[in-house]
């Protein structure tokens, strides 16, 4: 589903780059960061080289973000969670304040999400899922519809694991890291295999791997894998993270919290994103050109995935290491290059950089993963972060994610309806 670009108005007058980025307050690529996110609409100029945008609409969202700006407060106001976790800064981003990518990239996705838990580093940490959360979480997962997708095979785990542990309203720091430990391997475990012959058994990468594609590993693909998962663990409070703080705050235990988060990155606007940047990598490979599978892209009036990122006026850090991973992969070579042709060719109009979400991409289809692989990993490496937060949330004032709303209806009294 995207979101439905507003009826041209035709009386109203039309600005330039440059004066949009002026009356928003923002630099030029923000402008167009706005329109890769829908939240501008864009046309180019016939008589010139750049794009023009509705002066009514820019004016619109500038007041929107004077409103949302406006300071945190119970009547309004855009929510401001402090949090020792996640720094975004500058195009780079730190997990406790060292550099997340150096730190994926070093040490496996175990040891990243220790460090995010405790601020200490266990070498050699391995997760490891208890028998009767595992069989728990397979038999309520083998009920499911086949055609069911792995976001939901995952909820359904978390839901069964929770039944099955009579710890679990229990909020103490110990007993939650306890939980997040079991927790990640089980949902793992309880994915349906794809590779013959595949065990649970070595770093959680290695058991991921065998339930997203039939191929065999090579050590650059695990690595870049392991990698995948420790990039992503946490990237402050995107959405789903907001969701999982909300749970925690109602003292929702961390199998619920976990939910939580699975339920929002459901939403096309969230976890979606790197299918939509898959199938358009197979297409662009199907086409030996990105130009066309582009201009259909948007002609049918949807942004390309896979580029921009309201956080990064330059390259997604995230997306920056996985593309060097993917050059020490041999077999990787044509799904990379139909990445950077996207990029290239979407250069050409619009300077957006590439996001995780493309990276991603070119990582499962140069694995021969389906679509869904890239929204299951992220999901997996998030759960750490969102047990994180939990564990941060629980340490808070109870029920405080309660903000005030702005009542803009019919003023009372109001007659009975009839």
């Given at each position: 589903?995207?979101?439905?670009?507003?009826?041209?108005?035709?009386?109203?007058?039309?600005?330039?780059?440059?004066e949009?980025?002026?009356?928003?307050?923002?630099?030029?690529?923000?402008?167009?960061?706005?329109?890769?996110?829908?939240?501008?609409?864009?046309?180019?100029?016939?008589?010139?080289?750049?794009?023009?945008?509705?002066?009514?609409?820019?004016?619109?969202?500038a007041?929107?973000?004077?409103?949302?700006?406006?300071?945190?407060?119970?009547?309004?106001?855009?929510?401001?969670?402090?949090?020792?976790?996640?720094?975004?800064?500058?195009?780079?981003?730190?997990?406790?304040?060292?550099?997340?990518?150096?730190?994926?990239?070093?040490?496996?996705?175990?040891?990243?999400?220790?460090?995010?838990?405790?601020?200490?580093?266990?070498?050699g940490?391995?997760?490891?899922?208890?028998?009767?959360?595992?069989?728990?979480?397979?038999?309520?997962?083998?009920?499911?519809?086949?055609?069911?997708?792995?976001?939901?095979r995952?909820?359904?785990?978390?839901?069964?694991a929770?039944?099955?542990?009579?710890?679990?309203?229990?909020?103490?720091?110990?007993?939650?890291?306890g939980?997040?430990?079991?927790?990640?391997?089980?949902?793992?475990?309880?994915?349906?295999?794809?590779?013959?012959?595949?065990?649970?058994?070595?770093?959680?990468?290695?058991?991921?791997?065998?339930?997203?594609?039939?191929?065999?590993?090579d050590?650059?693909?695990?690595?870049?894998?392991?990698?995948?998962?420790?990039?992503?663990?946490?990237?402050?409070?995107?959405?789903?993270?907001?969701?999982?703080?909300?749970?925690?705050?109602?003292?929702?235990?961390?199998?619920?919290?976990?939910?939580?988060?699975?339920?929002?990155?459901?939403?096309?606007?969230?976890?979606?994103?790197?299918?939509?940047?898959?199938?358009m990598?197979l297409?662009?490979?199907?086409?030996?050109?990105?130009?066309?599978?582009?201009?259909?892209?948007?002609?049918?009036?949807?942004?390309?995935?896979?580029?921009?990122?309201?956080?990064?006026?330059?390259?997604?850090?995230?997306?920056?290491?996985?593309?060097?991973?993917?050059?020490?992969?041999?077999?990787?070579?044509?799904?990379?290059?139909?990445?950077?042709?996207?990029?290239?060719?979407?250069?050409?109009?619009?300077?957006?950089?590439?996001?995780?979400?493309?990276?991603?991409?070119?990582?499962?289809?140069?694995?021969?993963?389906?679509?869904?692989?890239?929204?299951?990993?992220?999901?997996?490496?998030?759960?750490?972060?969102w047990?994180?937060?939990a564990?941060?949330?629980?340490?808070?004032?109870?029920?405080?994610?309660?903000?005030?709303?702005?009542?803009?209806?019919?003023?009372?009294?109001?007659?009975?309806?009839?």
């Open positions: 589903m995207h979101d439905q670009e507003p009826a041209p108005d035709h009386t109203s007058r039309r600005l330039s780059t440059k949009t980025a002026e009356l928003l307050g923002v630099k030029p690529e923000t402008v167009y960061a706005y329109v890769s996110r829908g939240q501008l609409s864009s046309r180019r100029d016939p008589g010139g080289r750049g794009s023009t945008f509705d002066a009514m609409e820019v004016e619109a969202l007041r929107r973000n004077k409103r949302e700006s406006g300071g945190s407060s119970a009547s309004g106001g855009e929510l401001s969670v402090r949090t020792r976790l996640t720094l975004i800064d500058k195009d780079r981003y730190y997990f406790r304040g060292v550099d997340a990518a150096e730190l994926a990239a070093r040490h496996s996705y175990e040891e990243v999400a220790e460090w995010l838990w405790t601020g200490t580093l266990r070498p940490a391995t997760f490891t899922a208890p028998s009767a959360s595992v069989a728990a979480a397979r038999r309520s997962v083998n009920a499911l519809p086949e055609h069911s997708d792995p976001v939901d995952l909820r359904v785990a978390a839901i069964a929770a039944a099955v542990d009579p710890l679990r309203f229990d909020l103490s720091e110990d007993t939650v890291l939980t997040a430990r079991t927790l990640i391997p089980t949902l793992v475990a309880a994915l349906p295999s794809r590779a013959p012959g595949h065990r649970d058994e070595g770093p959680l990468a290695q058991r991921l791997w065998g339930r997203l594609t039939v191929r065999i590993a050590e650059a693909s695990l690595r870049a894998l392991d990698t995948a998962l420790g990039l992503l663990v946490d990237h402050d409070l995107a959405a789903s993270t907001l969701a999982v703080r909300v749970a925690a705050s109602a003292r929702a235990h961390p199998y619920a919290a976990v939910s939580a988060g699975l339920g929002v990155l459901e939403g096309p606007l969230h976890g979606a994103a790197s299918g939509l940047a898959h199938r990598l297409d662009v490979l199907d086409e030996g050109d990105a130009a066309p599978v582009v201009a259909d892209e948007l002609r049918a009036g949807r942004r390309v995935p896979g580029l921009g990122h309201r956080l990064y006026p330059g390259e997604d850090p995230r997306a920056r290491a996985l593309f060097t991973l993917l050059d020490e992969m041999p077999h990787a070579a044509p799904a990379l290059a139909a990445a950077r042709d996207v990029v290239t060719t979407t250069a050409r109009h619009t300077p957006l950089h590439a996001n995780v979400d493309l990276a991603l991409a070119a990582f499962t289809v140069a694995c021969g993963m389906g679509a869904s692989a890239g929204e299951t990993i992220f999901a997996v490496a998030r759960t750490a972060g047990i994180a937060h564990l941060e949330e629980y340490g808070e004032r109870p029920l405080r994610m309660r903000p005030s709303g702005t009542y803009v209806g019919e003023r009372p009294p109001q007659p009975l309806p009839k």
